[in-house]
């Protein structure tokens, strides 16, 4: 029994050792993989911070830039709505005047017309000759 005591302590030691050497190369290659990844990482953070540095120092002025143009576009399209609603009133206006420039003409016309026909039917009536011709 204590052969085979023996026997599976010895296998089992060399297991215990065989794992433990093992996991000592797998961290060293961990460590190595670490090492050569940690530059790339100091990189990118320096990266990153250059461009908080960057979005920083260039939002404000660029925030207010935007907000002179907003402005501007917005005065613009006050002054659009503006002359529209003066457009709309002015033609309003021409289309009254000439509305009523219509109405007088055609007022104008029938009175010119009535006068004229009045005056021939009154020269008629005066000269009964001139209507009628006995030749």
């Given at each position: 029994?204590?052969?085979?005591n023996?026997?599976?302590?010895a296998n089992?030691?060399?297991?215990?050792?065989?794992?433990?050497?093992?996991?000592?190369?797998?961290?060293?290659?961990?460590?190595?993989?670490?090492?050569?990844?940690?530059?790339?990482?100091?990189?990118?953070?320096?990266?990153?911070?250059?461009?908080?540095?960057?979005v920083?120092?260039?939002?404000?002025?660029?925030?207010?830039?935007?907000?002179?143009l907003?402005?501007?576009?917005?005065?613009?399209?006050?002054?659009?709505?503006?002359?529209m609603?003066?457009?709309?009133?002015?033609?309003?206006?021409?289309?009254?005047?000439?509305?009523?420039?219509?109405?007088?003409?055609?007022?104008?016309?029938?009175?010119?017309?009535?006068?004229?026909?009045?005056?021939?039917?009154?020269?008629?009536?005066?000269?009964?000759?001139?209507?009628?011709?006995?030749?």
């Amino acid at each position: 029994m204590d052969q085979v005591n023996t026997a599976l302590n010895a296998n089992l030691n060399l297991l215990v050792v065989f794992s433990l050497v093992c996991l000592a190369l797998a961290m060293f290659v961990l460590i190595g993989l670490l090492m050569s990844i940690v530059p790339q990482w100091n990189r990118t953070l320096n990266a990153f911070e250059k461009l908080a540095t960057t979005v920083s120092t260039e939002l404000q002025p660029t925030l207010a830039e935007a907000s002179k143009l907003i402005g501007g576009v917005l005065r613009l399209q006050d002054l659009a709505q503006n002359s529209m609603s003066t457009v709309g009133d002015k033609v309003e206006d021409v289309t009254d005047n000439l509305s009523k420039v219509a109405a007088d003409a055609k007022k104008g016309g029938s009175v010119v017309g009535a006068g004229i026909l009045a005056g021939i039917k009154a020269y008629l009536e005066a000269h009964p000759s001139a209507g009628h011709r006995s030749d």
